[in-house]
């Protein structure tokens, strides 16, 4: 017994899911109920699911059983094969052990200080009385954050010369069209035309004639600039003495696993640009969302004020007053409620199961919606409403709510963003006080795999703190 097929070409389903990825998941979940398969071309069938059951299923189920990989392969000509992304099975129980480290609480605190810093750079240079793009503006503070506690890096020359490639390379990545053309070329031919090695692969004339007009050519040697600096840079601190730094990069070269090995020069890339991909643009794109909602709510807004002078006071924000920040923290979590940067996750099944009500075939990519069941009438009442008194003193079940993911796959750095989403935003509302650049209403649209706003989020600045 199988769910209802959504009866459209391939090709088709794949373009509205890139482009219209909204309208497409909502007038599916009307017509065809809270599970239906998409079909795209060149991938297993996707059984696209809002059901906590069978998202329960899928979060606790067997790691041999469920495989992300082929899911996410979309992203392998970015991030590379040894990415944390796209491992399955023991290889990514080991690669997950020996990069939790540098993501422990505890750690928080240490870069809690740099948070605040690069914050409070960016924001103290915003115009007051003329409009900007808040979007904009929060990927320059994340990217200053992840070029700081990432990879370690400190103003000058290098930094602005990184700071510059990542832009350029991480704008490219997210082009719609290179969402579509990764979907629809098989794998092995995406990677050879971007390949993303040491060793550049020769393809003759394909390569040639594909490099005048494709957006991805540009990307490639970008990618491949970035690596010979990241290349040289592990080289680098391996003379001087890695154990002498605390930067996640740093930290994951020093790491062993059980058998005390340690990850190799190319593993070590691909979780490095992972983490660029993965912490830059989600971190911003929230942001921008979670203003945009406050600016349309000021009783919101006034009680996170509140809130920010009863834990702080008039001193700066101390990384220890954070986690005090409970409503701040509330309105968050409403926020990626209503808009999370990922529509949905998804596991392949590599042997039949029987989710829910359904049998499905080895080989089926089964994918919690997290827009959707996120947005279920019978899990949250008044599902359109923004209200983050949703989250107060209440425990919500990781089967109805998983901006993050969830199971063994949940986002590894999900405490380093929502650290660095309160530090940002509470900054945010203690330095400027801000009002909408335009009455038009902010849409949803896709940037690469992530759903972010369209037009950046236009506000004004009308006072300092």
Known sequence: MLPPRIPQPSLLQLHQWVYRPIQFMEESARRYGESFVMQFPNAPPFLLTSNPEVIRQVFTGKPEDLYVGPVNRVMESMVGKNSLLLLDDQEHIRERRMMTPPFHGERMLAYGLSMRESANRVIDQW?????????????????????????????????????????????????????????????????????????????????????????WAQLSRLMKEVDTYLYAEMDRRRAEGVEKREDVLSLLMQARDEDGQPMSDRALRDEAITLLAAGHETTATTLSWAVHRVLQHPDVEARLREEIRQVAGTEPLAPEHVNRLEYLDATLKETLRLLPVAPAVGRVLQRPMKMGEWELPAGMAVMPCVYLTQRRPDLWPEPERFNPERFLGKRISPYEYFPFGGGARRCIGMAFATYEMRIIFAELLRRVKLRSATRKETRVGRRGVTLAPEGGVPVIVESRS
């Open 127 to 215: 115009p007051v009385g003329k409009p900007f793009t808040l979007h904009e503006q929060f990927q320059d503070i994340t990217l200053d954050i992840i070029l700081k506690t990432v990879f370690g890096l400190t103003q000058g020359e290098t930094f602005e010369h990184f700071r510059e490639l990542f832009i350029r390379m991480l704008n490219l990545g997210s082009h719609n069209a290179v969402l579509l053309m990764s979907a629809l070329l098989p794998p092995e031919r995406m990677l050879q035309l971007l390949s993303v090695g040491r060793e550049p692969i020769h393809l003759g004339p394909l390569k040639a004639d594909m490099s005048r007009f494709l957006p």
